[in-house]
C-alpha cells in the first residue's frame, strides 16, 4: 500500500503503520498522508496491491470521505470533561469537609487526666474546698 501524487509514487509526509491482526482471521495496514489542508487533495491516491490481483486497488483522496485531525472537537469531550470536573470540585470539598470537621472534633474535646494534673502543677493553685479542714494558726 502507498500513496501517489499526480500518477508518481509519493513518500513525504507519509508514514507507514503497523500491520495489525482483525479478529477474523484477516489483517489491516495503514499509511497515513499528511496533505497541506489548502492542497487540492483530488491530486492524491492510495493504491494497494494485493497479490494474486491482476490490478491494484486504487482510491482517490476526497476531503468529504476521509476523516482527519483538523475536525473541531466534538460535544463528546464537553459531555466527559463536565462530570469529572464536577467530580473532582466534590472529592475536593469532601476531603475539606473531613479535615475541618477533625480539626474542630479534636480542639472541642476535654483535656485528658494527665492533661489536668498537669495544669494544676503549673498553676500552683492549691485551693482548699469546703470540705477540707482549715489549717490552724498560731499565735
Request: proline fraction near 5%.
Amino acid at each position: 500500500m502507498f500513496w501517489r501524487k499526480d500518477g508518481e509514487e509519493f513518500h513525504e509526509d507519509v508514514d507507514h503503520g503497523e500491520i495489525l491482526p482483525n479478529h477474523d482471521g484477516t489483517f489491516q495496514m495503514s499509511v497515513d498522508l499528511k496533505p497541506d489542508a489548502s492542497e487540492d487533495w483530488s491530486k492524491y491516491d492510495c493504491v494497494f496491491q494485493l497479490t494474486g490481483v491482476e490490478d491494484d486497488i486504487v482510491t482517490r483522496l476526497d476531503k468529504a470521505e476521509i476523516r482527519t485531525n483538523w475536525e473541531e472537537p466534538s460535544h463528546m469531550t464537553l459531555l466527559i470533561a463536565a462530570p469529572v470536573v464536577v467530580l473532582g470540585v466534590v472529592f475536593i470539598a469532601v476531603i475539606t469537609g473531613l479535615i475541618i470537621y477533625f480539626k474542630k472534633k479534636r480542639a472541642s474535646r476535654p483535656p485528658s487526666s494527665a492533661d489536668n494534673s498537669l495544669e494544676l502543677s503549673e498553676t500552683g493553685s492549691g485551693e482548699m474546698s469546703e470540705e477540707a479542714e482549715p489549717e490552724l494558726n498560731e499565735c
